[in-house]
């Protein structure tokens, strides 16, 4: 079984779209959170969220806004996609502040 | 604030050589450090972690990182290198704030 897993594996649409990416994780964690990889491979992160509330939001456009059904979901919606949006995003999750486990990342590519 | 460094962004060794590669970082505490591996292609897999205690930790894959208070540093060595370690590092250090390197490329010479 996948422990973090995300949907879709790859995203190519057009400047100015709206667009969502599906991150779940069935460990049971209690922390969710969202990182930008850029092409030179730069890992940054965007988002935490602890039992649905938002506790760390890096300096990210307003267009990125997360969204917590509930523990074990955490999606990411971007407005008005821009170029430089282009590039991987990983869901991860951990249980307190201890170690992040990853999902296997969602390409986007902007045109 | 935190930060890490990788200071080699490409290595390249051959196979069935040692391996170390470099990572400092920058913190106010007892730092939680972490090695990532990422495949090409592919997520990031946990190598190894240190929290607290022994300052030899090992991993998976025959991977081991040593932590120095000293010297800031969680450098990862490897005994014997395999064709399939060639791949993206990445130190990182911290708990929910987590900070990344810029990662060090591994080529492996057949």
């Known amino acids: 079984d996948t422990a973090v897993s995300q949907t879709p594996k790859y995203l190519v649409t057009q400047m100015g779209n709206d667009k969502s990416i599906k991150c779940e994780q069935n460990?049971?964690?209690?922390?969710m959170y969202w990182y930008k990889q850029d092409s030179k491979k730069f890992l940054k992160i965007m988002f935490s969220?602890?039992?649905?509330?938002?506790?760390i939001n890096e300096t990210v456009p307003n267009r990125f806004s997360p969204k917590s059904p509930d523990k074990a979901h955490l999606n990411l919606h971007i407005n008005s996609l821009e170029l430089g949006d282009s590039a991987v995003y990983f869901c991860?999750?951990?249980?307190?502040?201890?170690?992040?486990?990853f999902g296997p990342g969602t390409r986007l590519l902007v045109l | 604030a935190q930060s890490v460094t990788q200071p080699d962004i490409h290595i390249t060794v051959s196979e069935g050589a040692s391996l170390e590669l470099r990572c400092n970082y920058s913190?106010?505490?007892?730092?939680?450090l972490f090695w990532y591996v990422q495949s090409p292609g592919q997520g990031l897999q946990l190598l190894l972690k240190?929290?607290?205690?022994?300052?030899l930790v090992q991993g998976i894959k025959g991977f081991e990182a040593e932590f120095k208070r000293s010297q800031s540093s969680f450098n990862l060595r490897k005994p014997s290198v395999h064709w399939s370690d060639a791949a993206e590092y990445f130190c990182a250090v911290g708990a929910r704030d987590m900070r990344f390197g810029a990662g060090t490329r591994l080529t492996v010479k057949p």
């Open positions: 991860a999750s951990s249980q307190d502040t201890r170690t992040q486990y």
């Open positions: 240190y929290f607290s205690g022994d300052t």
């Open positions: 913190y106010g505490a007892t730092p939680y």
């Open positions: 969220y602890n039992n649905k509330e938002l506790i």
């Open positions: 460990l049971g964690h209690d922390t």
